[in-house]
């Protein structure tokens, strides 16, 4: 059913440890935290990425693996999704194919959006009804504040913003401060550019997609659209906010902790992705080798 291929790992990501979770920040409910499991994946091409997701989603469904949180970067690809207009992507077919440039029409929701190398995306595997909303979930300013105490399942305005909160937290470990815009989905600086996108798909309270965050991206390439549909906010990036190139690595470490803070769970680390099949996991020594690719044509849901 599924292949070996071996790809170039153009991102090499260090060796990582079990992060410590006796920090006061963690709230345990129920007298236990959840597992997220993070698989780090180095550059991939966008339908290999797309068709890995859907994989674990069935897997996920199935319970035969846990919440996976995927890290990774993609090689330039615009996507529409089903929302988008065409007049958002401003370069010709031509200028796209002189740049390397792929371009994917997507069954997701949401307009246009880059994804390239120097960008971190993450793709998270949960499935919703293993967290809890509490008193302190976290809410927009133009947002109800009217909910319950407790509820078991995290709904879907509660789960974005807890991406939000953990790419937030990311950059503020970096010294970038940001903030919410109402009505906008992401993270943006003090000045509303835009230093993430988020877009998610949930089915049977599984989530997939999930946000690209800007680390050292090449914002020229967002000249080729209108990022998002929306014309009157630019695209910035943490690189061009604090004027140096960061450490991926470290970034994408920063994220995993965050993860673990805002989702009040354990972060494990799995060497590769047959590790995290064989529900094997553990601290990776080394970046993976292998990624599988997934043989069948599954339709793609995007949002």
């Known amino acids: 059913m599924i292949a070996v291929k071996d790809l170039c790992i153009s991102l090499c990501f260090c060796v990582s440890v079990v992060q410590d979770f006796a920090s ?13 499991s993070v698989v780090q994946l180095g550059t991939v091409d966008y339908a290999t990425g797309l068709r890995l997701q859907q994989q674990l989603v069935a897997l996920r469904k199935e319970e035969k693996i846990g919440d996976v949180l995927l890290l990774l970067e993609h090689s330039p690809v615009i996507t529409l999704g089903r929302n988008a207009k065409a007049e ?44 809890r909303v509490g008193a302190d979930a976290f809410v927009r300013p133009d947002e109800s504040k009217t909910r ?4 078991k399942t995290l709904g879907a305005v509660e789960f974005v913003r807890r991406l939000e909160d953990v790419l937030m937290r990311t950059c503020a470990d970096f010294a970038i401060p940001t903030k919410r815009v109402p009505g906008l989905t992401g993270v943006w600086t003090e000045n509303e550019a835009k230093l993430a996108a988020i877009g998610v798909h949930i089915s049977r309270f599984v989530t997939s997609h999930g946000f690209a965050l800007n680390v050292n991206t ?18 910035t990036s943490m690189q061009h906010e604090l004027g140096r190139t960061l450490d991926l690595n470290a970034v994408a470490e920063s994220i995993s902790r965050n993860f673990g803070v805002v989702f009040q769970s354990q972060i494990l680390w799995v060497d590769t992705l047959d590790a995290l099949l064989g529900r094997t996991v553990g601290v990776p020594m080394q970046a ?3 990624l599988r690719q997934i043989r069948q044509e599954d339709d793609s849901t995007w949002a």
């Open 148 to 151: 319950p105490v407790l509820r």
């Open 88 to 131: 958002n992507v401003v370069a010709s077919r031509e200028l796209l194919d002189r740049r390397g440039v792929e371009l994917f029409e997507c069954d997701r929701g949401g307009d246009v959006t880059f994804h390239g190398p120097g960008q971190i995306v993450g793709y998270p595997i949960f499935d919703l009804r293993g967290f």
């Open 218 to 235: 090449d914002l020229s390439c967002f000249d080729l659209i209108v990022p998002c549909g929306i014309t009157s906010k630019p695209v």
């Open 288 to 290: 993976p080798k292998e």
């Open 24 to 36: 006061e920040r963690i709230c345990v409910i129920h007298g236990e935290l959840n597992l997220i």
